[in-house]
């Protein structure tokens, strides 16, 4: 079985090294617990310089989720999951490319726009 | 193993083109896998528009006077909770222990109807202070993009009542198995989705 899982990959979410713990569901609750709480924290607090704020909740966001894919998901490096890996790479890609291409071209064209106020007064 | 078991099978030595196919259990886990992530690429397209939007409030409430952060802060935790008791509960699904799995998977359900709970009060609380989804193109989005989270859920729990019933009914076969294990993979994913939803919506309020 395990030569088969080698050779062919396994299901996502299948760790093959620990099948039966409960170790790793453990270990990504003691990690995601504080980076949630971090996160609330740096939303509230005045402690971090107010401008640095979103990119800290963006970094402690994307920790939060690779937790949550290493330890929940068990996707992993390993050789029989590189298929999994893989399609997870694109998905990653392709949600980057809608959320930051709609907020790039959004912005661009608002730059590029006559504000509200002033066109409705042009209509007036 | 069997030898013909192994005759079949696949070891690094045989050429690819001569290895037989892979288990049901890897290829059903994998077009799961492949399914969930075009449901992220659907949230995607949901938080472009809503990182868009979030600032269209026409002249209405915006985003930072109308969230509760304490109150996402507890929803997050019983989503976060019922990941982890989810995952418990998958495991003993493998062991085939019924006992186990009653047990986690109806703590998976007790947090996650908590969680739809909280969420429903704070929708019924917006649409009575006049910040329903018509009001304006943030509150729109927004709706759009939380309501969609909260739809998945639902759906999940229909789908775990239904698991916990076949497991009743049918017992641990192949096939339950293979089906309560796709049911974890969704309810991961669905925690992962929201730690998008709670940083973006509710935290990056301004």
Redesign the interface.
């Known amino acids: 079985?395990d030569?088969?899982l080698?050779?062919?990959?396994?299901?996502?979410?299948?760790d093959a090294r620990d099948?039966?713990?409960?170790r790793?569901?453990?270990i990504?609750?003691l990690f995601?617990?504080p980076l949630?709480i971090a996160?609330?924290w740096?939303?509230?607090t005045s402690f971090v310089y107010a401008p640095a704020v979103?990119v800290l909740?963006?970094a402690?966001?994307i920790a939060?989720?690779g937790v949550?894919?290493a330890f929940?998901?068990h996707i992993s490096s390993a050789p029989d999951q590189t298929?999994?890996l893989l399609?997870?790479a694109?998905?990653v890609f392709?949600?980057g490319l809608?959320?930051f291409?709609?907020?790039m071209i959004?912005t661009h064209l608002n730059h590029n726009m006559m504000s509200m106020d002033e066109l409705m007064k042009m209509q007036r | 193993m069997s030898v013909g078991e192994q005759a079949l099978s696949t070891g690094p030595g045989i050429p690819l083109s001569l290895r037989g196919p892979a288990p049901v259990r890897v290829v059903a886990g994998f077009g799961f896998w492949l399914f969930l992530l075009s449901d992220i690429i659907l949230f995607a397209a949901l938080f472009a528009t809503y990182s868009v939007l979030s600032g269209s409030t026409a002249g209405g409430p915006t985003a930072a006077e109308l969230f509760d952060k304490k109150h996402v802060f507890l929803e997050t935790m019983c989503l976060l909770a019922s990941s982890v008791t989810c995952g418990l509960g998958s495991l003993a699904v493998q062991r085939t222990d019924t006992r186990a799995v009653y047990f986690w998977m109806g703590v998976t359900f007790l947090l996650g109807a908590t969680f739809l709970t909280l969420e429903g009060r704070e929708f019924a609380g917006m649409v009575a202070a006049g910040a329903g989804p018509s009001h304006s193109a943030f509150l729109s989005a927004f709706f759009t993009l939380v309501g969609t989270h909260g739809l998945h859920v639902s759906l999940g729990l229909v789908w775990l009542v239904i698991m916990l019933l076949q497991v009743t009914t049918l017992g641990f076969q192949p096939m339950v198995g293979r089906r309560f294990f796709a049911f974890g993979l969704f309810w991961h994913a669905l925690d992962i989705v929201w730690i998008g939803v709670f940083t973006i919506v509710y935290l990056g309020a301004k």
Do not use: D
Request: net charge positive.
């Open positions: 079985m030569s088969q080698q050779a062919q990959g396994a299901a996502p979410g299948v099948r039966h713990g409960a790793s569901y453990l990504g609750l995601a617990v949630t996160s609330f740096a939303a509230t979103p909740l963006a402690l966001a939060q989720m949550h894919v929940f998901l298929n999994n399609a997870l694109f998905g392709v949600t809608i959320v291409g709609s907020m959004m």
